[in-house]
């Protein structure tokens, strides 16, 4: 199956881009359309690669604008907690569902998840089309009962997922340092290296949890990590607000990756200093996370690239910090070398995981900078247009089939948990 999109802006030029199978063919003006291909006129639309969320828990959607406005603790306790402990296999899936949709309409291509029920997750994944790194959570809180069932479901799991498509790979996901014990950070990371999978890990995300760190261990959470032996490249840590110099020396001297989650960082208080620059000088593979829905209301990168780059001027104060085009470069390359796939680039020979942006919305008038008018002028959901993934076509003029019912599914779920929808 061959894709021609024709006359599309690519970087500066008018171009078009053939797709063969699952993969950029080729990029030239002119290009002849094979037998047999679907031609798309690119005409007023851009080509740009997928975004990938390197941070969400994709279920969460069907919490958006529950209990917000609240001090952390009293948010968990009294409001997410008892609707998890409602939430069956088949609400995973619905909510995966309804945040597969909303990616799709925003411009995501690929996502790394964690959450309870990561097989509903990879069905939905799976139905849609997008590509995904999915966790199944760790959570032993130090209980030896819950620690051996959750090394038992790795590996379970690490079987099962085996049955879906390559879009889809498993992840292992202890939850935090505070929710999952040393012990069972180390079977985590001997598991990723024997299986060669990625470990997804909230970090230094509060004060509190470092103040608790050092209580409990002695050390910050870096070098507690490093105290551990589970640095390495296989492990992503999302958050990552509250660190030093020494320990950001130590994530760059074992190559983990960090993400940024600008929206939830500020509407939890978890903290705002993320230090994009003094992370990415020291050559730390940086992505972008929008974070759940709980905390940040929507997946739409674009706006968590927003939300990234100003933030990062403002406490700093300093308008030549935190770059659109760095930002940009975090939310498609960053994210597909934490993930190690060929994607992020519009390239010969890259995944064709792209999106075409409508370049006749107002808020993208002139065209001054597309890079710019990404980063800080417009949202995802308002500027995309038609999404392919993986060389399938799975918007189109920016309909999702099936995304009536998939609406009336997820309010439906809603109403039961929460009286309304
Ligand atoms: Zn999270």
Request: hydrophobic share 40%.
């Amino acid at each position: 199956m061959s894709i021609l999109i024709k006359n599309v802006l690519h970087e500066d030029t008018i171009t078009d881009v053939l797709i063969e199978g699952n993969r950029i063919a080729r990029i030239a003006p002119n290009l002849p359309s094979p037998e047999g291909a679907e031609v798309i006129d690119g005409t007023d639309k851009a080509v740009i690669p997928g975004f990938i969320n390197t941070h969400t828990h994709a279920a969460m959607t069907l919490f958006r604008g529950y209990g917000d406005d609240l001090p952390l603790m009293e948010w968990l306790e009294d409001y997410i907690w008892p609707v998890e402990a409602k939430m069956t296999a088949h609400d995973v899936y619905v909510g995966a569902r309804l945040a597969c949709l909303e990616m799709l309409r925003s411009g995501t291509t690929c996502f790394l998840d964690m959450y309870m029920h990561p097989l509903e997750t990879a069905r939905a994944v799976e139905e849609l089309g997008l590509r995904a790194h999915l966790s199944y959570t760790l959570f032993d809180q130090g209980g030896a009962e819950r620690a051996a069932l959750d090394r038992k479901r790795s590996y379970e799991y690490y079987e099962a997922f085996k049955a879906f498509s390559d879009r889809i790979t498993f992840t292992l996901g202890p939850h935090a340092i505070y929710t999952v014990s040393g012990e069972q950070l180390q079977f985590c990371h001997k598991f990723a290296v024997e299986h060669n999978v990625k470990i997804n890990l909230h970090l230094a995300e509060t004060k509190g949890e470092v103040d608790e760190c050092v209580r409990q261990h002695g050390l910050t959470p870096v070098r507690y990590l490093e105290k551990l032996g589970i640095l390495s490249e296989h492990l992503i840590v999302a958050h990552v607000v509250w660190v030093d110099d020494e320990e950001m020396d130590l994530l760059a001297k074992h190559r983990v990756s960090v993400v940024h989650n600008p929206a939830s960082n500020m509407k939890l208080c978890s903290g705002y200093t993320f230090k994009y620059e003094e992370m990415k000088k020291r050559g730390i593979r940086l992505g972008i996370g929008t974070d759940g829905c709980s905390s940040s209301n929507n997946l739409d990168m674009v706006i968590a690239m927003k939300l990234a780059s100003l933030l990062g001027k403002a406490w700093r104060f300093s308008p030549t910090a935190t770059k659109a085009a760095d930002i940009y470069h975090s939310a498609t390359i960053g994210g597909a070398e934490i993930l190690e796939i060929p994607a992020g680039r519009i390239a010969e020979g890259m995944l064709a995981d792209l999106s075409l942006v409508d370049l006749n919305v107002p808020e993208l008038v002139p065209l001054n900078s597309l890079t710019s008018n990404l980063v800080y002028a417009t949202s995802g959901s308002s500027c995309i247009d038609t999404v392919i993934i993986d060389g399938v076509i799975r918007m189109r003029d920016r309909y999702v089939p099936g995304q009536e019912e998939i609406i009336a599914e997820a309010r439906e779920v809603a109403r039961r948990l929460f009286g309304h929808g």
